[in-house]
Nanobody, 119 residues
Framework: QVQLVESGGGLIQAGGSLRLSCAAS????????TAWYRRPPGELKQFVAG??????HYKDSVKGRFTISRDDAKNAIYLQMDNLQPEDTAVYYC??????????????WGQGTQVTVSS
């Protein structure tokens, strides 16, 4: 049973920083694509950042502010979010694939963590 558990969300003022964590169990993350998505209020889930085939990819609006990383020893991925803005308010989800080949669809999802940015 593969489980992804996010943590690190919260309420923060605009301009602040948060670091989201995603701890995995049941499968190693070091050889599969992983990503962070978010669902803003009233909107569809959207890609935020991903580690795919050894490269980091970002949604345009978070480039230069967010950084995705992975710690193989802890079997976890992280999302460092700096200079947060109210439009970053969303439920953030981590995701992982079940095989090294990236298909555009992620197999495993966490339960989500709320990030709220006040102006």
């Amino acid at each position: 049973q593969v489980q992804l558990v996010e943590s690190g969300g919260g309420l923060i003022q605009a301009g602040g920083s948060l670091r989201l964590s995603c701890a995995a169990s049941g499968r190693t993350l070091n050889d599969v694509p992983t990503a962070w998505y978010r669902r803003p209020p009233g909107e569809l889930k959207q890609f935020v950042a991903g580690l795919i085939n050894g490269n980091a990819h970002y949604k345009d609006s978070v480039k230069g502010r967010f950084t995705i990383s992975r710690d193989d020893a802890k079997n976890a991925i992280y999302l460092q979010m700096d200079n947060l803005q109210p439009e970053d308010t969303a439920v953030y989800y981590c995701a992982a694939n079940d095989r090294p080949t990236y298909t555009g669809v992620f197999t495993y999802w966490g339960q989500g963590t709320q990030v709220t940015v006040s102006s």
